[in-house]
Nanobody, 115 residues
């Protein structure tokens, strides 16, 4: 299983970013995918999840209405569109898949929100 996040960057408050997570090594379209984040000195926080076919999504209250999770099963990729970014959104963002064999994480991508 391999998960590779990309798209992190430095952005001003109020700005937008789209993160991508390219997956391989497992039947992508059969599994729900998740985004988490970890800020300095904090634990890893759930952000969003999407069902295997993409028809069901779930969000943390802290990002509801600003972030959108989506997936392209033809490209084995899950996305996180982040709008109206705040300084509190600054963190390393990770994608995760849970399989019967365990939890698999990518290496993360850094999002910095600063003026």
């Amino acid at each position: 299983v391999q998960l590779v996040e990309s798209g992190g960057d430095l952005v001003q408050p109020g700005g937008s970013l789209r993160l991508s997570c390219a997956a391989s090594g497992f039947p992508f379209s059969s599994y729900a995918l998740n985004w988490y984040r970890q800020a300095p000195g904090a634990g890893r926080e759930f952000i969003a999840s999407i069902s295997s076919a993409g028809g069901s999504t779930n969000y943390a209250d802290s990002v509801k209405g600003r972030f959108t999770i989506s997936r392209d099963n033809g490209k084995n990729t899950v996305y996180l569109q982040m709008n109206w970014l705040k300084p509190d959104d600054m963190a390393v963002y990770y994608c995760m898949v849970r399989r019967t064999s365990g939890y698999y994480w990518g290496q993360g991508t850094q999002v910095t929100v600063s003026s």
